[in-house]
């Protein structure tokens, strides 16, 4: 193979560890895991499944933080090195919406970040009527302004690529029900101009359980996906129905540049999974869920923060070409 191409601005500053000496695994955790903890404010419950973008000389971030009403809500946070967050405790309020009906606020989870053209683009798990796609931009986390929900609910996991794809907005999200959805595959859509979204194309289903039984029950984006010479980058989850209930990995999958619904090799295996305390000992045990990556295109280095047993937030270090190596080698396509 030649050399791997990884787009996207340098990161030489952004958090890293060494694997650890003996460790065989492809993403490493974080020594100091979790990063965040479930009472970092005053009223959360627990802060997990958030997103976080290099911002002016640090970083800054949206966050899940769940109160101990148990509301869910985001707060947006700031951060010098990625690791140590300063999290406003006051929720998200938007300074405009397209309408009262759709900035009324019900709830929101699992926001996704991505930086295009200048804006940082803000999609969430919306409730309104149910969970849809949220959306929103800022340019300094301090100002938000609302956007049209991208889809009737139900729907889950809206994930930007980080550019446009053809001219359009593009995006990835995985349609649901009104519960603990049993069931989930995602799909891609595109958009002249972020309000009205079409062209809809099917990506992936669940494996088989015999072929690939951490993603065999559901399956959805999770950071937004990074471009690299051998297409795009997806890390995404995977969900499999045990005796005692839903597991959460996360694997990768490499999607064609131009034609992103075109899936051109999937792990078998899975990345991580829960095994760690924090990982599986929680409000709900057993949940590993990746929201965002830091990446450094020269050195190949990437940092996953994921949502650990709903509760608290971790953080994982990895080398995309390794990543790219091993979804080729354990392809179950
Ligand atoms: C999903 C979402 C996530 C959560 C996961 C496990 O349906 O609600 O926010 O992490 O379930 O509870």
Not at 49 to 57: C, T
Not at 272 to 285: K, S, T
Request: proline share 8%; hydrophobic share 40%.
């Amino acid at each position: 193979m030649s050399k791997l191409t990884i787009v996207g601005e340098p990161l030489p500053g952004m958090p890293w560890e060494n694997r650890p000496a003996g460790c065989k695994d492809v993403l490493w955790r974080y020594s100091g895991n979790p990063i965040i903890p479930r009472d970092l404010l005053p009223d959360s419950n627990s802060i997990f499944n958030s997103a976080v973008v290099p911002f002016g000389d640090g970083y800054a971030g949206v966050f899940r933080c769940d109160d101990k009403n148990r509301r869910m809500a985001i707060h947006a946070g700031f951060s010098k090195d990625g690791i140590n967050w300063d999290i406003d405790p006051r929720t998200i309020s938007f300074a405009d919406a397209p309408s009262p009906e759709v900035g009324e606020w019900v709830y929101g989870y699992d926001p996704r970040v991505t930086l295009i053209d200048g804006r940082y683009y803000i999609t969430w798990c919306n409730g309104f009527h149910g969970p849809t796609i949220g959306a929103a931009w800022t340019t300094d986390f301090r100002t938000f302004h609302q956007l049209e929900n991208a889809f009737l609910p139900y729907n889950r996991n809206g994930v930007l690529f980080p550019r446009r794809i053809n001219g359009r907005f593009a995006m990835l999200s995985r349609p649901s029900d009104t519960g603990h959805t049993a069931f989930g595959d995602i799909f891609y859509s595109e958009s002249p101009d972020f309000e009205f979204w079409g062209r809809h194309r099917h990506v992936m289903a669940p494996a088989a359980f015999e072929t690939s039984g951490w993603q065999s029950m559901k399956i959805g984006a999770g950071p937004v996906p990074i471009e690299t010479s051998e297409g795009w980058l997806l890390i995404f989850h995977g969900v499999l129905l045990s005796c005692n209930g839903y597991v959460y990995s996360f694997g990768a999958a490499l999607l064609d540049l131009d034609e992103p619904w075109k899936v051109k090799a999937r792990s078998g295996q899975y990345l991580l999974n829960p095994r760690e305390i924090y990982e599986i000992a929680g409000d709900v045990p057993n949940v590993t869920f990746p929201c965002a990556a830091l990446h450094d295109p020269q050195t190949g280095r990437i940092a996953v923060y994921y949502g650990c047993a709903d509760t608290v937030t971790g953080l994982a270090f990895g080398y995309i070409p390794e990543i790219v190596d091993f979804i080729k080698r354990t392809d179950i396509l």
